[in-house]
Antibody, heavy 120, light 107 residues
Framework: QVQLQESGPGLVKPSETLSLTCSVS????????WSWIRQPPGKGLEWIGYIYYSGSTNYNPSLKSRVTMSVDTSKNQFSLKLSSVTAADTAVYYC??????????????WGQGNLVTVSS | DIQMTQSPSSLSASVGDRVTISCRSS??????LNWFQQKPGKAPKLLMYAASSLQSGVPSRFSGSGSGTDFSLTISSLQPEDFATYYCQQSYTTPWTFGQGTKVEIK
C-alpha cells in the first residue's frame, strides 16, 4: 500500500521560505506525477502544482512566482519550497499522487497533512 | 482558471436520507470531475472519478453523474459515517481547481 508522509517545520516566519518534503513508501516515485495541495484552516482546497518523477513541473499560476518543486528519486521523495510567505500561506499542506495516467487524472493517495503556520 | 461552484454549501440530513450535492463548472470540463470526502483533521478521500466511476472500496450508495458543466454526487441512504465535507474537483485542465465544499451535517 502506497503511503505518503509530509515533513517540515510547523512554523515559518513572514518573508521566509517554507520547505516541506514528502516521503513515499510502499511504491516507487517513478512514472508518477506528484502534487502539493493546501488547505487554509476552515477553508477549501487549493492545488499548488505537480512534479513528474523526471523533474518536469506544472505550477498554479497564482503561486508560480514563489513555488519550486524538486524530486529525489534515489530517496523516493519530493519537495516543495514556497518563498516570501505571509500569513495567507498558513495552511495544512498535503502531498498527493496523481493517478489515472493517460486517462482521467485524480488524487488517490494523500499524505496526512502538515500544518504550517506563518507567524513571527 | 475554471471555477467550480458547489451547492448547497451545507445541508442537514438524517440517517437514511437521500442526499444530492451539485457542482457546476464555469466552462465545460467534459467528465473530468472527481469527488472527495473529507472528515475533520483528515486528508480528503477519493470517492468518484471521471464523474461517475466509483473508486475501489467506496460503498455503492455513492453515485455520481453529469457531463459538461453540471454534475452531482448522490448518497442513496445516508449513513452515520457519511457526515463530512464533500468537494468536487476538475481535472480537465491545470490549474486543477476544487469546489468550495459542501458540509453534510446531522439533523
Amino acid at each position: 500500500q502506497v503511503q505518503l508522509q509530509e515533513s517540515g517545520p510547523g512554523l515559518v516566519k513572514p518573508s521566509e521560505t517554507l520547505s516541506l518534503t514528502c516521503s513515499v513508501s510502499g511504491g516507487s516515485i517513478n512514472n508518477y506525477y506528484w502534487s502539493w495541495i493546501r488547505q487554509p484552516p476552515g477553508k477549501g482546497l487549493e492545488w499548488i502544482g505537480y512534479i513528474y518523477y523526471s523533474g518536469s513541473t506544472n505550477y498554479n499560476p497564482s503561486l508560480k512566482s514563489r513555488v519550486t518543486m524538486s524530486v529525489d528519486t534515489s530517496k523516493n521523495q519530493f519537495s516543495l519550497k514556497l518563498s516570501s510567505v505571509t500569513a495567507a500561506d498558513t495552511a495544512v499542506y498535503y502531498c498527493a499522487r496523481r493517478d489515472g495516467l493517460g486517462s482521467y487524472p485524480y488524487f488517490n493517495y494523500w499524505g496526512q497533512g502538515n500544518l504550517v503556520t506563518v507567524s513571527s | 482558471d475554471i471555477q467550480m461552484t458547489q451547492s448547497p454549501s451545507s445541508l442537514s440530513a438524517s440517517v437514511g436520507d437521500r442526499v444530492t450535492i451539485s457542482c457546476r463548472s464555469s466552462q465545460s470540463i467534459r467528465n473530468y470531475l472527481n469527488w472527495f470526502q473529507q472528515k475533520p483533521g483528515k486528508a480528503p478521500k477519493l470517492l468518484m472519478y471521471a464523474a461517475s466511476s466509483l473508486q475501489s472500496g467506496v460503498p455503492s450508495r455513492f453515485s455520481g453523474s453529469g457531463s459538461g458543466t453540471d454534475f452531482s454526487l448522490t448518497i442513496s441512504s445516508l449513513q452515520p459515517e457519511d457526515f463530512a465535507t464533500y468537494y468536487c474537483q476538475q481535472s480537465y485542465t491545470t490549474p486543477w481547481t476544487f469546489g468550495q465544499g459542501t458540509k453534510v451535517e446531522i439533523k
